[in-house]
C-alpha cells in the first residue's frame, strides 16, 4: 500500500481517525504503520486536525488493557489529548442508523461515518473497506 496523501484537501484538514491507523501508528505495525505515519506527521507539524470518536477510544484500549499495558493505554491516552473527541449523542445515533440501513454498514462503522459526516470532517481516514458505498464522505486509506 502507498502512504495515505492530503493532497486535495483543504489547508488545516478535519481528518477522522478510525480505530486501525491509530493502532498501526502507535503500537509501529512492521507494515502497516508506515502507510498512515505521513498523515500523522502533518498532525504533529499542526497541518491537520484530528478527531476521534468514543467507540475509537474504546476500540483501542481494549487490546492494552486486556493485556494490563498501563504504558500503552497512557501513550493512548496522551495521544488522544490534542485530539477532538466526538461524543456519541442523539443525532450521531439516528444518522448511524440511516447510514447502516443505506449502506449495510457495521454499526462501528455507522458511527465513525455518521461522527465525520456530523462534524465536517474533510476525510475519514481508515483501514476499512467498508466505507465504499459513502458517496457524501471522502475515505482515504483503503
Request: charged residues 25%; negative net charge.
Amino acid at each position: 500500500m502507498e502512504p495515505v496523501s492530503l493532497k486535495g484537501l483543504p489547508e488545516n484538514p478535519l481528518l477522522l481517525i478510525d480505530s486501525a491507523p491509530i493502532i498501526y501508528v502507535l503500537e509501529d505495525h512492521p507494515e502497516l504503520a508506515s502507510v498512515f505515519r505521513p498523515v500523522f506527521e502533518a498532525h504533529a507539524k499542526g497541518r491537520a486536525r484530528f478527531a476521534v470518536t468514543t467507540v475509537t477510544l474504546a476500540e483501542v484500549l481494549t487490546g492494552p488493557l486486556a493485556e494490563r499495558n498501563e504504558v500503552l493505554v497512557e501513550r493512548y491516552r496522551s495521544t488522544f489529548r490534542s485530539w477532538f473527541v466526538v461524543d456519541l449523542d442523539a443525532e450521531i445515533a439516528e444518522s448511524a442508523a440511516r447510514l447502516r440501513a443505506a449502506c449495510k454498514l457495521k454499526l462501528a462503522d455507522a458511527v465513525q461515518a455518521a461522527s465525520a459526516l456530523t462534524i465536517g470532517a474533510d476525510a475519514l481516514i481508515t483501514h476499512d473497506r467498508d466505507f465504499s458505498a459513502l458517496l457524501d464522505l471522502r475515505v482515504l486509506g483503503v
